[in-house]
């Protein structure tokens, strides 16, 4: 009995890039159909061109071509998250539709998963092609990750991946909205490897997501992968009230007791001022406590597993 792999799709105006990507599919179906069977899931995001009529077309010709089309534009993530809860393979392949994302490495993830691991991401090189800010915000983005997250991110790492059937349901159970997959999937852990790939030009088409998407998404992974924002000020309140605690004894001290054997002359105001910055730290680290509160909130509110299980021998 052949191996059923899924290939899930999300899809926005992308109608001049699909039967493309169709075309290169079938040819890998083809040089592996010994072994493993594909099934499509097309997943259009509320496309504005004619998107929907190709689609259409595919899935009236083959029925391994499944289509779902959602009622507005709800985003890549919840496309990819619709198609994840539809897929039935036994590996789940995720891969954008404009055609930067190879489909003749798909062999390679399928060998690479059949040899033990259970998530395979595509790695992306850079190409100096790419603007300065983009690759510059990148690296930035991925070294704040590593700073401040509490999940190890793979550097470049794409949306392009294949996941276990295991690592799929596990996914599936996860019920935050705001949801950043690539981010997700790495939280669950498992086996992971890597295929390094140089990102192919769009092949039609100009890029739908633009630098506010962008920012909103570097956003939303400092949020949910972390949170060291919400306790900033917590730590500022407690440097702030050390710091200016130990000023305001010196000047005590040396003013009021000592007579200001070293004539530093402080004067009233800048006691005053002193007194002042203590409160204000007093009040940040108030804030900071409650964020710890506020934290635990989030925490629960994602409603996360509280652990993930790959495997359980001699369990009826």
């Not at 809860?85 to 993830?109: E, K, R, T, W, Y």
């Not at 100096?128 to 690759?135: A, F, I, N």
């Not at 000592?258 to 402080?266: A, H, I, S, T, V």
Request: aromatic fraction near 12%.
């Amino acid at each position: 009995m052949k191996i059923l792999i899924s290939i899930v799709i999300p899809v926005f105006n992308e109608g001049g890039n699909v039967p493309e990507l169709y075309r290169q599919l079938e040819t890998v179906a083809n040089t592996i159909s010994d072994k493993y069977e594909l099934e499509y899931l097309f997943i259009n995001d509320g496309s504005r061109d004619n998107s929907d009529e190709v689609l259409e077309s595919i899935a009236a010709v083959d029925q391994r071509a499944k289509y779902i089309e959602f009622s507005r534009n709800f985003g890549k993530e919840a496309a990819t998250s619709a198609g994840l809860s539809h897929a039935h393979g036994d590996a789940v392949i995720l891969i954008d539709s404009d055609l930067q994302h190879p489909p003749h490495l798909i062999p390679l993830f399928i060998e690479k998963w059949r040899n033990g691991a259970d998530v395979v991401i595509g790695v992306r090189s850079e190409r100096e092609s790419e603007p300065k800010l983009k690759r510059l915000g990148s690296y930035w983005f991925y070294q704040l990750m590593d700073w401040i997250g509490e999940t190890e991110l793979t550097s470049h790492a794409t949306d392009f991946r294949l996941m276990d059937r295991q690592v799929v349901e596990e996914f599936n159970r996860l019920t935050e909205r705001n949801r950043i997959t690539r981010g997700l999937i790495d939280w669950l852990g498992f086996r992971r490897d890597t295929v390094e790939f140089m990102p192919a030009k769009r092949f039609a088409g100009k890029p739908s997501y633009k630098w506010s998407q962008l920012y909103r998404l570097a956003l939303n992974s400092f949020v949910s992968h972390s949170l060291l924002p919400l306790k900033i000020a917590g730590y500022l309140g407690i440097f702030i009230t050390i710091t200016a605690g130990l000023t305001g004894f010196f000047i005590g001290i040396n003013r009021y007791i000592l007579n200001d054997p070293w004539g530093f002359n402080f004067s009233g105001p800048a006691l005053l001022a002193i007194f002042n910055l203590f409160l204000i730290g007093i009040v940040l680290s108030c804030l900071g406590l409650i964020a710890l509160y506020i934290g635990f909130i989030h925490q629960e509110v994602q409603n996360r597993p509280m652990y993930i299980s790959r495997r359980k021998i001699n369990f009826s």
